[in-house]
């Protein structure tokens, strides 16, 4: 469980996420309660993206994220 702040930079059909958070709730071990995600994401069409990008906690990659998604809105 976690609470993060995030920015969307769009260029057109590209886009750049970049989000920092703060875990409130967190049984796993990590490296702190302070983590990074960054992520490229490119518009199929105007509802479906893919998406890849990473976590971090203080500049340690540690999870590499690919994904598919689609918009409702």
């Known amino acids: 469980l976690g609470i993060h702040l995030s920015h969307e930079l769009v ?3 590209y886009s750049a996420l970049v989000q920092m958070g703060v875990y409130l709730l967190n049984n796993v071990k990590s490296d702190g ?3 990074h995600r960054l992520t490229n994401r490119f518009y199929l069409s105007k509802k479906l ?3 890849a990008g990473f ?3 203080w500049a340690v ?3 590499l994220e690919l994904g598919i998604g689609y918009r409702f809105k």
């Open 11 to 13: 260029f057109g059909r």
């Open 33 to 35: 309660p302070i983590y």
């Open 49 to 51: 993206f893919i998406d």
């Open 55 to 57: 976590k971090t906690h």
């Open 61 to 63: 990659a540690e999870n």
